[in-house]
């Protein structure tokens, strides 16, 4: 982008603080973003909307350079980074809880197979099941395993998820490369891509009926050639008690990872059955963007709850007793972001003010209109460079952490 000549930031005594604000060589396009010659949006992040909305002369010292300082800044920071760790430790147990449910899930349909198996050779073994109706059992099963590899082979070959995915939605929706949501499957095998499912391209769908293929065929081999019926009974009504005792151990583990979740979600506010999709550690957590309109930024945690996908903004210091406007409109700029990335209408999103007071924000039409008028404000100021003071209230400047080198500040 182009630069051209800007403006010096001036201190409350009038002095010149030697540190410039940037100003673009842009003009708007025809929905209203300001863009460069090249066609690029101007940058504007969640946190210049959240300055701006709240002055936009302390947004243009922020711009500056001019740093906030007070004892309600360091602690804000201390607390957030208190936030960040004990989001990470919900996660984890949460994987650990939820990773756990899975493995027992298996554990117990092994025990299901095991007590079926137990049946049919004790009802063999009783008469109430003839040998050869016993045989014809097996060679069906043989039968139905060589169908389900045929159908796996034919999946893995034919890109079926490209015809079926648009018109009937069975395509697996990409996961945002910004999220960090671990697949619990135990097996990454889908393939994330803008066309999933090409020639030759496996996925879960595939997985799973080459594993049921090999496991029906293994049934029906132990079916046909067993001909001890009465010793095979007792060695897998055996196996089938012991499994059954480790099942219960299992599922032991996952209750107890369970409580551990929910305790530790109750502690931060966070409902149960919440997957945390992302944290803002500042560092690792990738910054969110909108190139079409310049939006971007890095919400506190983004969290998916009952198919919901819910932004999170933490604010730290005094609680008010409803949500500041410019809280609410960097709120809004998390919603626009995350439905952009995640192709979803989102509904609302969450303020929360220390431990207590959280608040839902709705998101709607109404609100991305608001959203766009500010947006483009702010893209207006960072070219023609003209932000003002626009209220006359001195308990905000007071409270303001750029005060002591703004030039309009009030007694």
């Not at 945002?176 to 999933?196: A, G, R, T, W």
């Not at 049934?219 to 008690?241: D, E, P, Y």
């Not at 924000?361 to 003209?386: F, T």
């Amino acid at each position: 982008m182009g630069d051209s000549s800007s403006a010096s930031a001036v201190s409350s005594d009038g002095s010149n603080t030697g540190r410039k604000s940037k100003l673009f060589d842009a003009s708007p396009s025809d929905d209203g973003i300001w863009r460069d010659s090249e066609g690029v949006a101007l940058p504007v992040s969640a946190s210049d909307l959240e300055r701006h909305a709240y002055c936009p002369l302390s947004w243009k010292l922020a711009r500056s350079g001019v740093k906030g300082s007070g004892d309600a800044i360091e602690l804000g920071k201390q607390r957030h980074k208190e936030i960040e760790i004990a989001m990470t430790h919900y996660q984890n147990h949460d994987l650990k809880a939820r990773r756990e449910m899975v493995i027992w899930t298996w554990w117990f349909a092994i025990v299901v197979t095991l007590t079926i198996d137990t049946t049919a050779f004790f009802f063999v073994e009783e008469g109430m099941i003839t040998d050869i109706n016993f045989g014809r059992f097996a060679r069906y099963l043989a039968l139905l395993a060589f169908v389900w590899l045929i159908l796996a082979i034919l999946l893995l070959l034919i890109p079926w998820r490209r015809y079926l995915g648009t018109p009937f939605g069975l395509a697996q929706p990409p996961t945002p490369s910004e999220f960090n949501i671990v697949d619990l499957e135990l097996y990454l095998f889908e393939k994330q891509d803008s066309h999933p499912g090409g020639w030759w391209a496996g996925g879960k769908v595939e997985f799973t009926i080459l594993l049921g293929s090999m496991t029906i065929a293994l049934h029906g081999l132990a079916l046909f050639v067993a001909q001890q019926r009465s010793i095979a009974t007792f060695v897998l009504l055996v196996a089938t008690l012991g499994w059954t005792l480790i099942a219960s151990w299992q599922l032991h583990k996952g209750l107890l990872a369970n409580i551990r979740v929910e305790e530790k979600g109750k502690e931060l506010g966070i409902d149960s059955g919440s997957v945390l999709a992302y944290n803002d550690d500042s560092t690792s957590s990738d910054l969110l963007k909108d190139d079409t309109t310049g939006i971007r930024g890095r919400p506190d945690q983004i969290i998916i709850f009952e198919n919901d996908v819910v932004p999170v903004e933490q604010k730290t210091g005094k609680i008010p007793s409803q949500p500041h406007f410019s809280h609410k409109l960097q709120v809004y700029a998390y919603l626009h972001l995350v439905s952009k990335i995640t192709n979803n209408q989102l509904r609302y999103g969450i303020l929360r003010y220390g431990d207590d007071a959280i608040h839902k924000i709705i998101w709607g039409d109404g609100e991305s209109k608001v959203l766009m008028k500010h947006l483009k404000e702010i893209q207006r100021l960072m070219v023609e460079d003209d932000a003002k003071r626009d209220h006359d209230r001195p308990g905000k400047c007071r409270n303001c952490s750029r005060r002591h080198r703004c030039p309009e500040a009030l007694d």
